[in-house]
């Protein structure tokens, strides 16, 4: 059986040195530059001396007019090379080698958030409209405060251009050059979580985002053009052991887009991506956040401690040679001992865990812990006041992720993390 210390080698050639992946979070360091802040370097430090595989940062945005949180950092414009654009590289590039001082390869994973940009977020001005695939503003709920609270924090999108799309094409490659040049190990595509590319790939059933008719939509094949054309655009710029994963939503088993959703990981596989994480969840459906029904844990077994597991499964036995990481839930070694005992995944992504003990990753690898030591729980964040009165899923199940925000926060001044009580 597969060993959480083993070390995995991607198709690109880079390796990680053991299974465990500290997976991407919400920083809420880029400032009000939107830049690597020492603050966030300083996060990352601490992560590289935590016997990670590999760290996926959190959301990298390609374009500072367009972003998800006011504070993430974002690629400030065009990007020519490396010698036109030396400062801009070395700023990069002090994140990429603290992150990576102690051999850990550090993925960076890009976005574009489209419609789930908000209002108050980037530079496009808080009267301009998001973009989108398809015009579909973002459904939080039918009654008369949640539309009216989803309109002020969420401007209706217009429907991209063939101008748009080739605009945002070219930010994705450029954001990875710059990744390359900076000395990264890789990029992970943000297509999950209902941000833009996830936007383009989910058709009219489920929640609404792409409903065109044109080259990007109307197919599971259509709806994959513009990450696929990402892609194939992106792997010849940068060098051959470069990593370019990605980042997908779960499908349910019942629904119509399950097919579909099977289709494009077989388009996506076939583009040569290094490593596919399955996650899941939108704004408007957060399970990325407050967990689905399998993140409740059994008193019989911790079998179900993965949120996602039973796609990740499917997606196994359909395509076997994708190496696949699993994220969310993680809390005990023998869950995560279990995921890969089932053949389920490849790389086990660790989140809030990452948030509070930087050095995770010492309590499932080391052999002399026993299982009772080898967890960490979780409780449950008591939600503010405030959270009762206002009736959207997303804004009360982030309410919790502010808490791991704030841990990372503490981490960065080099304060002590706290456990949720």
Known sequence: MASLGDSVKLPCGLTFSNRLVKAAMAEGLGGFSNIPTPQLVNVYGEWAKGNWGSVLTGN????????????????????????????????????ADTAQEHGTPTIVQVCHPGRQSMRFAGRKGMFASTIAP??????????????????????????????????????????????????????????AHGYLIDQFLNPKAGYQSNVRTDAYGGSAEKRAKFVLDIIHQIRPLVPANFCIGIKLNSADHNSSSFEDTMTQIGLLAEAGIDFLEVSGGTYEDPKMIKGDVQAQKSARTVAREAFFLEFATAVRSRYPSVVLMLTGGFRTRAGAEYALSQNACDLVGIGRPAAVDPAFPRLFLDGSLSEEEAQMELKKISLPFWAKWIPIVAITAGAETQYYVEQIHRMAKGLKTVLPL
């Open 60 to 95: 990298v945005q390609v374009d500072v007019n367009h972003l998800g949180t006011p504070f993430d950092p974002a690629m400030p414009g065009e990007y020519t090379d490396a010698e036109t654009n030396k400062d801009l590289v070395a700023m990069w590039k002090k994140y």
């Open 134 to 191: 398809s015009p579909i503003p973002l459904d939080l709920g039918d009654s008369f405060t949640q539309r009216w609270l989803g309109w002020f924090m969420f401007p209706p999108p217009r429907e991209m251009t063939q101008a748009d799309i080739d605009l945002v094409t070219r930010q994705f490659v450029d954001t990875a050059r710059l990744m390359a040049d900076a000395g990264f190990s890789g990029i992970q595509l943000h297509g």
